[in-house]
């Protein structure tokens, strides 16, 4: 299987400049690959740096030190020593995030904020509106919203907007930061299924899912960030471990 994004010696630290340049560190020396067709979760308490390293996948953070080597277009490119102009092509082709939030586009339709992503990698706008449409519809969004900007919605329903908005496309790399914390169940259902559909045509995920169900059902491994990671069939064990 492909290796589509590992992760090497990577360290991150936070100076705090309001608390006389305090420095925190965040994680160290962590090593992580992620092979296509598989899920990894992200597993430990709060404050162990879950969302951080998810974030430094992404290149929103930058850590200190390490490498975080990307499968971009069959070629291996190290996102921390990657141009700015490669990562924001390295996040339009090859790697999808969905955040806790929705980034509001005013005055954007929702059908429109979720084609945008397939338009930009080449997909023809009617059939991009057509997949739109179909994610939109299969996440209960009723149709009444689609022509109007997500700004008023619910928290569940901006939510699900930028779970449409980012499996719109068939990432190699999918980064989930707990995509169904704000769902019901029948849509948490969905994402459930959206998820394994992304890992059967190959994608490798990282995510951080608190909610056990969700993450038995997808999560092949638990990556306990600063330990050792942990096979599925120990994750409801290790689950019930971190809260106990």
């Not at 930058?62 to 102009?85: C, F, T």
């Not at 429109?112 to 997949?131: C, H, K, L, Q």
């Not at 704000?182 to 995510?207: C, Y």
Request: net charge neutral; charged share 25%; aromatic share 6%.
């Amino acid at each position: 299987m492909t290796v589509r994004i590992q992760v090497k010696g990577l360290t991150k630290t936070f100076t705090l400049h309001t608390q006389g340049g305090a420095v925190l560190s965040v994680f160290k020396d962590i090593d992580l690959s992620v092979k296509a067709g598989e899920c990894v979760c992200l597993h430990g308490p709060s404050g162990t740096g879950k969302s951080t390293l998810l974030r430094s996948l992404y290149a929103n953070y930058k850590p200190d030190a390490g490498q975080i080597i990307v499968d971009h277009l069959s070629e291996p490119v190290d996102l921390l020593a990657a141009d700015p102009w490669e990562v924001v092509e390295i996040r339009r082709r090859t790697i999808g995030y969905v955040s806790q939030f929705l980034r509001i586009i005013p005055r954007v339709s929702t059908l429109d904020i979720v084609a945008e992503p397939a338009i930009v990698n080449g997909i023809p706008a009617e059939t991009a509106r057509a997949s739109a449409r179909a994610l939109l519809s299969r996440l209960r969004i009723p149709e009444r919203l689609w022509s109007l900007a997500p700004a008023t919605f619910s928290g569940g329903e901006q939510q699900r907007v930028n779970i449409a908005r980012r499996f719109i496309v068939d990432y190699p790399v999918l980064l989930l930061d707990e995509p169904t914390a704000s769902l019901d169940a029948a849509n948490r259902q969905t994402v459930v299924e959206l998820i394994n559909e992304a890992k059967a045509r190959g994608a490798a995920i990282v995510g951080i899912f608190h909610d056990e169900e969700v993450r038995e059902a997808v999560a092949d491994r638990l990556f306990e960030v600063g330990k050792q990671s942990v096979g599925k069939s120990k994750v409801c064990a290790a689950a019930a471990e971190a809260v106990a």
